[in-house]
């Protein structure tokens, strides 16, 4: 029987990132509003797992708060101590735009934890592919700071953990949000043991961040691989992008895990990108993922939420995901699914294509 692991757990959802939109804090002529990064997403999409019934399909998984042992495989000492003392606090900034507040340091260890459950669910052979709804999101995190929501690296505290526990020597780490993950990156610069490929909006945040010649350093060289897109990039660039990049790079790397930072704020609905994908899309990339781990690595796909901002529609690019990962179907539709396919320049357009052309140049470097 076909085993999909979802990781999730409601104190995930406390996390309270306080009254501020996308701005730093209200004043002057910002009036106060609530958090673009709130729970109502996620649990949104937890919902619709269940209303659909595919939740009684996965296989349940609830992870324990990351340890700090783990974590200091990746972050400093000095670094969680502030968090920690912030968190008790009851209020303040990790570094830029990471908000916290009472329990946010318990909270996003909780979220780390997920992803860590979700990758031992996989290696263990407990289940062939999992799904992990973190919150908060860690791909922005860095080594000694929070930024962009994101108070700790779930991936990288995950991805050393399990290879600090099982017998890895190459994982690759697939980061579609439409954000740079520019703390994905830092964690495995100059490493050869994890590729780590990033597909994002050029220059949206963090900016100055996620250029195709950013490539890692030392034995690490070739291992960094951005593919950043033009704003308005849609169904058709994206698919290009997985089939000309991001599977090639996964043929020549042939890692032993598969984990994609699964954002979804590269959707046409979401307010803090400016992409047009559709919640097929998220399905046919994580096919097409799906193909390239039983090809690779006897299945073994992880996907952890990141991002991904209109709670309207993320619930259904998640279940999207999920569906095709449990290889079921649901009578759940999407609304606005084929209304945004229809949408103009969807196909990959002409000054689309040498953003591409640029990063499927850069392979050969990755052996």
Same mark, same amino acid.
Request: charged residues 20%; glycine residues 8%.
């Given at each position: %029987? ?18 501020? &939109?996308? $701005? ?24 619709? /797992? ?6 009684? *399909? ?10 700090? *042992? ?22 303040? @900034?990790? +570094? ?35 799904? =992990? ?26 991805? %050393? ?30 490493? @050869? ?19 195709? &010649? ?6 690490? $060289? ?13 169904? !058709? ?13 996964? @043929? ?16 046409? %609905? ?5 992409? %047009? ?21 006897? +299945? ?5 939420? *990141?991002? !991904? ?8 690019? +998640? ?5 095709? /990962? ?14 945004? =396919? ?26």
């Amino acid at each position: %029987m076909h085993r999909t692991g979802f990781a999730f757990h409601e104190h995930c959802m406390w996390h309270d990132t306080g009254p501020c &939109s996308v $701005f730093d804090a209200p004043g002057e002529f910002v009036q106060p509003a609530p958090a673009v990064e709130h729970p109502e997403s996620k649990r949104r999409l937890r919902n619709l /797992l269940e209303m659909s019934g595919l939740i009684d *399909e996965l296989v349940p998984l609830k992870g324990e708060p990351a340890s700090e *042992e783990d974590l200091l495989r990746f972050h400093t000492a000095p670094y969680l101590d502030r968090l920690a003392e912030m968190s008790e606090r009851g209020f303040g @900034d990790a +570094g830029e735009s990471a908000p916290i507040r009472k329990d946010s340091y318990t909270i996003a260890r909780r979220s780390t934890g997920q992803a860590m459950i979700a990758m031992e669910a996989v290696l263990s052979g407990q289940c062939d592919n999992a799904y =992990a709804l973190c919150r908060p999101p860690g791909h922005h995190a860095e080594r000694d700071r929070g930024r962009g929501f994101c108070l700790l690296g779930n991936i990288p505290v995950a991805i %050393m953990a399990m290879m600090a526990r099982h017998s890895l020597s190459r994982v690759a780490v697939i980061d579609w949000d439409v954000h740079h993950g520019n703390g994905t990156q830092q964690a495995f610069w100059d490493r @050869d043991d994890v590729l780590a490929i990033s597909l994002h909006h050029d220059n949206n945040y963090p900016l100055d961040s996620g250029h195709s &010649s950013e490539r890692g350093s030392g034995q690490g $060289f070739g291992y960094t691989l951005n593919l950043p897109l033009p704003a308005g990039s849609g169904i !058709g660039a994206y698919l290009t992008a997985i089939d000309e990049v991001v599977v090639p790079a996964l @043929d020549r790397y042939r890692p032993e895990l598969i984990v994609v930072a699964c954002g979804f704020d590269a959707s046409a %609905m979401d307010p803090l990108g400016c992409m %047009m994908l559709n919640s097929s899309t998220y399905a046919e990339m994580t096919r097409q993922l799906l193909d390239a781990a039983h090809r690779l690595c006897s +299945g073994r796909l992880v996907m952890v939420h *990141e991002g !991904g901002y209109s709670a309207g529609y993320v619930p259904f690019c +998640g279940h999207a995901v999920i569906q095709t /990962l449990a290889k079921s179907q649901t009578e759940a539709q999407d609304p606005l699914n084929d209304e945004i =396919a229809r949408w103009g320049q969807q196909s990959l357009q002409d000054h689309q294509r040498p953003w591409i052309d640029q990063a499927a140049a850069l392979l050969a470097d990755i052996r």
